[in-house]
């Protein structure tokens, strides 16, 4: 079964730096790769995934992930953080069955400080 | 494009009631559609898997009985929640995936249960 591993709970940044939030993925195959952004008490907005070839994805609001097969990991950057960043950032794992479930991390909150 | 609606928002029940929540895809056809279950600052958890045409297919530990999901159109899944209790206050969200072999789900934006 596939696992995905966030072990920042808590990330803190000072708007205009830079970000990266790490995400490590267990599973047997190649991996269906995703990052998603959820504000309080809203649905999940899909950032970019990963599915197969270059292995730096580009997504919205000027974020970036690379797959990294030998290190399992896939984690998301940003050169510049804004205020608006501010979230819970998920990383999720496709499941290679009919069914292609999702397994999500745990997450990681981010804080943008002014 | 790929917008997915749920209906209600937020909730407030009495326990004993039951709750329906709808999912639905406003610009697309989903012929898989799941349900999560989020609690307060954790990750998502899967409840079940919803394919139109067919029955929902449950991760373990989800009560079926408890929990009904009907897919009856490509573009509507609904839970119910029956017999709630305070116990199944959450926040429930849905998403779907576009057709076989596409890889993405998109998410609605949640329902806020509170059971009384």
């Known amino acids: 079964a596939q696992s995905v591993t966030q072990p920042d709970i808590h990330i803190t940044v000072s708007e205009g730096a830079s970000l990266e939030l790490r995400c490590n993925y267990s599973?047997?195959?190649?991996?269906?790769l995703f990052w998603y952004v959820q504000s309080p008490g809203q649905g999940l907005q899909l950032l970019l995934k990963y599915f197969s070839g270059d292995t730096l994805v580009q997504g919205i609001k000027g974020f970036e992930a690379e797959f990294k097969r030998s290190q399992s990991s896939f984690n998301l950057r940003k050169p510049s953080v804004h205020w608006s960043d501010a979230a819970e950032y998920f990383c999720?794992?496709?499941?290679?069955?009919?069914?292609?479930?999702?397994?999500f991390g745990s997450g990681t909150q981010l804080t943008v400080l002014p | 494009g790929a917008v997915v609606s749920q209906h209600p928002s937020w909730v407030i029940c009495k326990s004993g009631t039951s709750v329906k929540i709808e999912c639905r895809s406003l610009d697309f056809q989903a012929t898989t559609m799941f349900w999560y279950r989020q609690f307060p600052k954790q990750s998502l958890m899967l409840m079940a898997t919803s394919n139109e045409g067919s029955k929902a297919t449950y991760e373990q530990g989800v009560e079926k009985d408890k929990f009904l999901i009907n897919h009856a159109s490509l573009t509507l899944s609904t839970l119910t929640v029956t017999s709630a209790h305070p116990e199944d206050s959450s926040f429930y969200i849905c998403?779907?995936?576009?057709?076989?072999?596409?890889?993405?789900?998109?998410f609605g934006p949640g329902t806020r249960l509170l059971v009384l």
């Open positions: 599973y047997g195959a190649t991996p269906y």
């Open positions: 999720a794992v496709g499941a290679s069955g009919s069914a292609r479930q999702l397994t």
């Open positions: 998403s779907a995936r576009v057709g076989a072999g596409k890889e993405t789900q998109y």
